[in-house]
Every structure is written in C-alpha cells, then in structure tokens.
C-alpha cells in the first residue's frame, strides 16, 4: 500500500464516509476524477456549515491492490491529486461529534475551522506560530489559505491583530501579494520629536516591545522595479491612504500639535530586548509633505531587514505637481524612510540588505552600533544618509559598514552628526550619481558633511572609498566625496584615482584630506592637506629611499 495523507486550505477536515469521492468500482476516466476533485473544497465548505459528522477516510492509492470505498486509484489519477492538492489529512471522528467554530480558541481535533476566521491560540501554543494575511486583491488561492482577509479598508487593523496573536515568544506573519492599505494610525505614544519636547507620535502598525519575542514579518515576493505608479497585485505593498494622509497634521502650521507618524514602528520606548526581521516588502506613502517615517526601528534591538522598499511619494497624487518622471517633489523635514536604532542593540548586529528608499527628506536616518548594510540604495532624496541625526543619541561605539551602497540623485551628500563616543564608520565601494535637474529642489546643494566645529561630529572615524559620476555617466577623478574642510577624521580615496601616476595626472584630481598618491614624476608620495573650490593642495611626504 502507497497511501499519502493531504490537507486541505492547510486545516485538518472531517469528510463523511458516504461523501467519498469515488470508490474503486465507479471510477470511470482520469477525467471524472477531475471533477470530482475541484469539487472537493466546495463539498468540505458545505460539510462544514452542516457541521459535518460520520468518520472514514480519504486515501490516495498509487497501486490497485487497496479496495476500501473511499480509496482514489490508478497512478495517472495520483499523479493528478498530488498536483491538485497540498497535504490533505482527513481525519476519522465519531459522527455528530464535530462543530464548526468562527472564533477557534482550542485546538481540539473535533473541532472544524470556517475558511475565513483565523486561529487564536493561547499560552504555550502560541510559541513559533505562523499566520497568514490575504490583501483584498490577492490572487483567490491566497485568499482561501488565509487565517485574516482584508477587504482594502483598514487593513492595519488584521496585519496587527496578526502580529498581536502572535503571542510572548513572537513569530511570523506572512503576507499575502497585493496591497495592504493604511487607514487609520491607531496607536499613540510619547516620542521625542523636531523640537526636542515629547509628543504625540501616532503608528499604524505597532510591534510588541518588551517581552523578549522575534517578530518576523514576510511578504510575497519583491517585483524587480516598483516605481510608485502603478501597484498591481505583484509583490506586497503596504500603502498609506489618501485619505489618510490628507488627515494629518500640515507641518507648516505651527497651531497644530506638535505629532510624528509611522506606518510601523515600536509600540513603546523599552523595547531594546524584541527583534524584527522583515523581507519582501514596499511601503508607499501618497506624498513627501508630512512627518511621515515608513520604517521606525529606532527602539528595536536586533533588526534585519531584505528586499525592503519605501516611497515617499506617488505619481500624480498632486494635480498641482504632477511629478509623473521627474523631479522628486521637495520633501518636508522628518520625511523619514528608515530609521535604525540610536542606541545599545545588546551585542547583536543591524543588518541591512537590497533596500530601496526614494523620495524622502532623509532616506535612511542611521545610528546605533554593529550596523552591517549591504546593497543599500537611496534615489532623489534630499539626504539619502544621516548617521546619528537623532534629537538625542544613546550608545554610539562599535564600527558600522556599509557595502556597495549608492546615493543617486541626492541634493546633500552622507551628512554626520553625533555620537557620544568615538564610532568607526566603513564605507567601502560607495557609489553616488550627481545630476541635479533630478534632486529634490533641482540643485546639488552640499557634499558629505562632517561639521568640523561640532565636537560630537568629529568623534566619528572611518575608512571610505567611492565612485562618483555626473550627468555625463562617468566616474570622475575631479568630484569630492567631502564639502570643503570636512572628513578630515577620516582615510578616505576616490576610486578613479590611481595609487601612483604623474604629476601631471595627480594635479588633474579632486582629492579629499589625507589622500595619499605616489608621484612617479618627482619619485615621492604626495598627500591632500586642503581641498577648495579653486582645487586641491598635494604636498610632497618627506621619505628615506631604500
């Protein structure tokens, strides 16, 4: 015998004998097996709303040797069923002993969960659970696996029932393709915000802080370009509404209360012990106008993040300035797309791998300790980088690196800003494109910035090398990482650069200070003391020869 146990929408199902698909002696062709089998998910729909009942079983049967009624035979039909269906267990109950249950909060196996509710579990069952959410525009096998289906309003509300099901030890969440749409920011609490005074800081979808827990939230796929101007159902995509947006406070009128807002963010401020991995999402934000943070990790201890997208702002959404290519509206300071950790994050590590943020105020606001990003891109954002730009910073120590990481479109270069002891910060292969018809306000406005009279910035050390090119496409020797008389804490070489060349190569580069180039002319090494408008100063290093 070469039975195979399935299941059904990935929930134990109760069938009655007498329901059995077909037994041995009136299975006529493959093709009335077909039909008998699409039909299955309508006959267990009905078994449930009737309450089901009897026992027996259904089994899958490669040879022709099982002879029970319900057995499904012949091999071209098994092969047919295992590609129908995805593990399909059906279970024998006593008759008249199983009900359907809305709200399941048991696991008894007499028990029949509706299509549409979702599994509350209580105390120790909750632990490593994995829920699955379904956008209303999800494709219909989705949807039909779903423990929460959306219906496009609200839908915060389902995503954080998800997250709060999950339980002390935390969990997965799974979401569905599709786009999930923001409606209300629901949970409020104190924050620092622009003026240094707490305030309201208002979050859509809140993670549970505290308890220890790993969250683990996890789209369908990521689409190879999303561009913010047509969603589709590829990819999941968590989406502020219009509505929504219009609702908030203008950051202009200083009548309004003084309120910050997140599409996720930590619920409360003591939430150093909870960890949060998320991969293959979007978020998009209707307009760049607001204090609007997508991603606020700032209070979360350990954090990866992969294959992570964020918009600050959707193409035709304003009549007024209907940005459908270029350039990107100018957006409103704490525009933020993802904000990491300020402090202490316990020995763990931040990791940041093939994200995306366009269009924001900054797109990534950085800080902490351990920081690894990899495959980080920042595209028409008026920063696309600020470490340690926090209202007040806590723990700043140990080394961030950041590799193969771009800057496309900026109007301000990496911008550094204070940490409260010495930080190492690695930037290696870093690649930027200058073109200012594209920045937000239309010009390039200051390269990377290190304020040399601000004590806390000048406690950031580092190694950097990069690549930049102008609206011609190519790497340039003539274009500085740093604004003049900042950087100079750091090693920092232009990659175009040659380790040696002639004089008369060298005197052609845009150097930044400490910069150290052999020149094979005079047969010595020349070092960049000072970098100006007019051009660079190289001076000769005093060497012994061997």
Known sequence: MNK??????????????????YTNTDMPNVADAKGALDNLNGRVEELEENGGGGGGEITVDAIMDDMSANAVQNKVIKQYVDEKLTEVTVSSIPA???????????DSSTSVLSAK???????????????????????DWQKAGADYLCDGVNDEVQIQAAINALGDYGGRIRLSAGTFIVDALPTVRNHYLSNGEQGNYKIAIALPTGKGAEYIIEGDTMRLRVDGSSNGNAGTIIKMSDTLYNSLNDPSDDSLPNEQYALLAPKNVNGYYVSLQ?????????????RIICIDTQYVSRVTIDHIFCYAYRKGFDPNHDHSSIPVPMPTQYCIGVRSVNGGNWGT??????????????GYQLGGEHLVGVNMAAIGNYYGYTFGNYIYTDISCHTMTLINCSDEQAACGPKFVKCNQYQDVHIIGW?????APNTPGQQRVQNATCDPQSTDAQK??????????DDTWISKVS???????????????????????SWYEISSYKGDLGEIIYDTTNNRLVVCTAVSASGTTWRAIATTSV
């Open 4 to 21: 195979k146990p399935y299941r059904i929408n990935g929930e134990d199902v109760v069938v009655k004998a007498e329901n059995a698909l």
């Open 96 to 106: 008249g002993s199983v009900v359907v249950a809305d709200n399941l909060t048991t």
């Open 460 to 469: 950031f050390r580092g190694y950097i090398t990069y690549a930049i090119m």
């Open 349 to 362: 590590c931040l990791d940041f791998r093939n994200t995306l943020v366009q269009g924001f105020y900054e």
């Open 479 to 501: 274009l500085p990482f740093w604004e003049t008389g900042h950087g100079a804490n750091f090693v920092t070489r232009n990659s175009t650069h040659k380790n040696y060349a």
């Open 278 to 290: 998320m991969r293959n999402l979007a978020f998009f934000l209707p307009w760049n106008g607001k």
């Open 431 to 435: 690649n930027e494109e200058r073109y």
């Open 117 to 139: 509710q979702g599994k509350k579990l209580d105390g120790a069952k909750q632990a490593r659970m994995e829920l699955f959410a379904a956008a209303s525009d999800a494709p």
